[in-house]
């Protein structure tokens, strides 16, 4: 639900007063230190538009210095909102629908929109250590009111009792390596939600353990061979094998399964058939 709000008990700055001010440039970069997308487009409009009522700019000021006046606090809610995503980015793929979004899925927005259930999922998770935190070593009314609106909200408990219907609990952290982001989203979605999804990502299992299986065949075929296995989004997945190892195994035998031969430096990237029609 989009709400509008009216600019009372905030200075409103022209256009010509930003850019002469430099305020969205100068001033922005020097004091932008957030960790977060989203921190950086609170901190530009709040210098955008500044408070003017000088009574709430200093209830402002008494909850910075409360949180600067303890360390244990201080450091305590940097590691809680560092494990924070970008919300808002995640809401707006949720939200955003095309008009033909339901004929035509590509797979980048499947992705896309998994990504950011995962992401309000973590997010909605540590809502409550922050609730706690706050309540239990804060005086300040202001933070006392971001931690009762956390525990009253009824809204968070909806999202997540959705969200729960089709993510499952246990979900590793934000991966950050392709592969691992793939796994992630395969696995993210319960079993029974989809029945062709079930099936598909069985199969998908299978390959992967087929693909493992075939490095240790290559492995004991050419006595314990230092091969590794690599995944990139062009290539998907493939193995390396060091330059000096693979030229022994050139001597020793002349008919090699190994195809795509890419060298760089002192290793040799290749695949074979059975990777190949695996991936």
């Known amino acids: 639900k989009i709400t509008y709000k009216n600019l009372q008990g905030y200075m409103k ?3 010509n007063t930003i850019t002469s001010l430099e305020l969205s440039s100068t001033l922005f970069n020097t004091l932008n230190c957030c960790k977060l997308p989203s921190g950086a487009r609170l901190l530009r409009s ?16 008494d909850c910075i210095d ?10 305590n809610l940097i590691d809680i909102l560092n494990k924070f995503n970008d919300i808002d980015h995640a809401i707006r793929v949720l939200v955003y629908k095309t008009k033909s979004y339901d004929q035509n899925v590509s797979y980048d927005q499947t992705k896309n929109e998994i990504l950011s259930m995962l992401t309000l999922k973590r997010s909605l998770t540590l809502l409550s250590s922050l609730n706690k ?8 009314y202001i933070l006392h009111n971001i931690a009762n609106n956390i525990i009253n909200n009824e809204i968070y408990i909806i999202i997540q009792d959705e969200i729960n219907k089709i993510l499952n609990d246990n979900i590793p952290y934000a991966a ?17 939600v989809n029945d062709l999804l079930d099936i598909a990502r069985t199969t998908y ?14 492995k004991i075929k050419y006595n314990n061979i230092n091969i590794k296995l690599h ?11 060091p330059i000096i190892e693979y030229n022994k195994i050139i001597k020793e035998e002349e008919n090699l399964p190994f195809i795509q031969i890419v060298k760089r430096k002192k290793t040799i990237y290749t695949t074979t058939n059975i990777i190949l029609s695996l991936n």
Do not use: A, G, V
Request: with cysteine; glycine share 0%; proline share 3%.
């Open 176 to 192: 950050k390596s392709y592969e691992k982001q793939r796994n992630e989203i395969l696995m993210s979605i319960k079993y029974n």
């Open 231 to 241: 995944f990139t989004p062009s290539r998907m997945y493939h193995i390396s094998i």
């Open 46 to 61: 709040n210098i955008l538009q500044p408070l003017s009522n000088i009574n709430k700019i200093n209830e402002r000021l």
């Open 133 to 140: 935190l706050l309540l239990d070593n804060t005086n300040h």
């Open 13 to 15: 700055l022209d256009i």
């Open 66 to 75: 409360e949180i600067l006046s303890s360390q244990q606090l201080y450091y």
């Open 205 to 218: 299992c299978q390959c992967i353990d087929n693909i493992y299986q075939e490095i240790e065949t290559l």
